[in-house]
């Protein structure tokens, strides 16, 4: 009699214990909906989507506001977006699948498997692991930053040769700087020992057994009439919705168009049993391990109280004393944001259709609300403060730039002068036109790629693109000693200040100095 009060006893708690779990997370996740759209509000957001994971469940999934400005379609969990560099961890996963098949290591020097592959220094070029193009430790930075894709028309191989015209910002393997044409190269070592490209081995070994259906690696897989979430950008203060453009060729760095909904299932393989999903295994748990573990170490204000480093495709953090692995992307009007608590078995993604610090607050806000911290922040007002306090000190350092120009100060040469074909090994080729005195660039042959001059003093210009979302950048010619044009100067802007004030002021600049050819 006694055994049967226990055995009863504990089937009450086993039917019951399910609904009790799930009315704690009912109560967690309750205020989420208002929080979202209070966020979207304040910070301009046309349209997100959100999906939560905890313990394999998806205990959140939704969509809010407009897949674009102007027209009435909502955005749901199916919605796709451009998840840019979510798209890493993609590759650096891909990699991972031909090292548990004995294809290449970890270690293997690049140049093993592509023969071909060069860098400015010799002996780095005979160094560099597969593990170094996946960890930023390169020393190589960025080509042209997210407003303007690097030779559109070219392919990888292409963009891959020019890396041997590439100074290093860092010296090899001795700090951490943020690589995308590198990522690319990494995704040109799945053809090479597969005969596959890097999208039809994503699709195949990584969508397929995901279930990832409506996922695609190009936005010419997008349908112009189909689900999916348009970018947009504050302009002078605006919301607008802004062109698709394409990334086909840094595809392994950015390209990836993916909804929440096809996102979970993604996160599901990174959590619980790393590497197995629906009891299938996709990647080996040590390979799983090799992916999160932190491998480049990130310089952080507080050393004592913060930690972060950089993993093949995550970003390693400490956050409430857990370590978690996130990251975000961004390309033009899309921004998203990953974050998984292995510990906990929790992960959130949020993606968006403009960019916004927004996405941070919310992560920090859902990981709180599901742990049940008793001190949780208001991340909402936190982010929002700092944000706002950056737009005010951006912009004056814009005024301040604008306030420096020295009015009526002609040019040395009339614009008939200036045009031309102008030449750089690393950059390749730009063509300066006038027409009617209006002078015009166009980079690489690509009438998406066009930039108005505008005479700003002495023989400075600025560009101002007229693709509203590239914004503008300033150019200026040097003359030879017979006094002929001789140089066109471009100051590519790798990373603004702050996209919503304009391209400039950016504390990341590289000057490409082109030879006038023709």
């Known amino acids: 009699m006694i055994y049967n009060k226990y055995f009863f006893a504990l089937l009450l708690v086993i039917i019951i214990a399910p609904n009790i779990y799930a009315d704690g997370i009912d109560q967690k996740i309750a205020g989420f909906d208002e929080y979202i759209r209070r966020g979207m509000e304040q910070w301009k957001i046309p349209g997100l989507a959100v999906a939560v994971v905890k313990d394999d469940d998806v205990v959140y999934m939704k969509g809010f506001g407009l897949r674009k400005l102007g027209e009435t379609e909502k955005v ?116 090479a020992v597969t005969g596959m490209s890097w999208d039809d081995f994503i699709k195949e070994r990584i969508f397929q057994p995901l279930e990832m259906e409506l996922s695609n690696t190009s936005i010419n897989d997008v349908p112009d009439n189909g689900n999916a979430a348009y970018p947009h950008q504050e302009i002078r203060g605006e919301v607008q919705v802004i062109p698709r ?14 909804s929440v909904h096809e996102m979970v299932q993604w996160m599901r393989l990174h959590l619980g049993t790393p590497g197995v999903i629906n009891e299938t295994e996709i990647i080996q748990s040590e390979t799983m391990r090799v992916l999160h573990h932190p491998q480049t170490v990130i310089p952080v204000e507080n050393p ?41 078995n929790l992960g959130v993604v949020i993606l968006t259709n403009i960019f916004n610090d927004f996405m941070y607050a919310l992560a920090n806000h859902v990981i709180d609300s599901i742990l049940g911290v008793s001190d949780e922040q208001d991340w909402q007002t936190k982010y929002l403060n700092e944000y706002e306090q950056r737009y005010r000190e951006v912009k004056e350092k814009r005024e301040e730039i604008h306030n420096s120009r020295v009015a009526n100060t002609p040019a040395s040469v009339p614009p008939d002068s200036l045009a031309g074909q102008y030449r750089d090994l690393l950059y390749g080729d730009v063509t300066v036109s006038v027409k009617d005195n209006n002078v015009s660039v166009i980079f690489w042959n690509d009438e998406t790629l066009i930039a108005d001059l505008e ?64």
């Open 245 to 258: 453009r394409n990334f086909d060729n840094v595809g392994p760095a950015a390209s990836i168009n993916a």
């Open 455 to 518: 005479h700003w003093h002495y023989d400075t210009y600025r560009a101002v693109w007229r693709n509203p979302a590239q914004r503008e950048k300033f150019v200026w010619f040097d003359l030879d000693k017979i006094g002929d044009v001789a140089y066109l100067n471009i100051e590519f802007n790798l990373r603004p200040n702050l996209i919503q004030i304009g391209a400039y002021p950016s504390d990341y600049t590289r000057v490409v100095r082109y030879r006038k050819v023709d």
């Open 76 to 191: 749901d969990e199916h919605t796709l977006f451009g998840i840019a560099s979510l798209s890493k961890a993609f590759t650096g996963a891909a990699i991972g699948m031909l090292v548990d098949e004995g294809k290449l290591h970890w270690d293997d020097p690049v140049v093993d498997h592509l023969p071909h592959f060069q860098l400015s220094d010799r002996w780095v070029t005979q160094e560099i692991t597969v593990r170094d193009l996946l960890i930023h430790n390169s020393g190589l930075g960025r080509m042209i930053g997210n407003r303007l894709q690097f030779m559109t028309r070219k392919d990888r191989d292409e963009l891959m040769y020019r890396l041997r015209y590439l100074e290093p910002e860092r010296s090899f393997r001795s700090s951490y700087v943020y690589s995308n044409m590198l990522y690319m190269a990494a995704g040109q070592l799945i053809p």
């Open 304 to 344: 004592k109280k913060e930690f972060a480093a950089y993993g093949m495709g995550w970003g390693i953090r400490l956050y409430r004393d857990r370590i978690i692995s996130r990251h975000a992307g961004a390309v033009d009007g899309m921004n998203s944001f990953i974050a998984l608590v292995h510990e906990e």
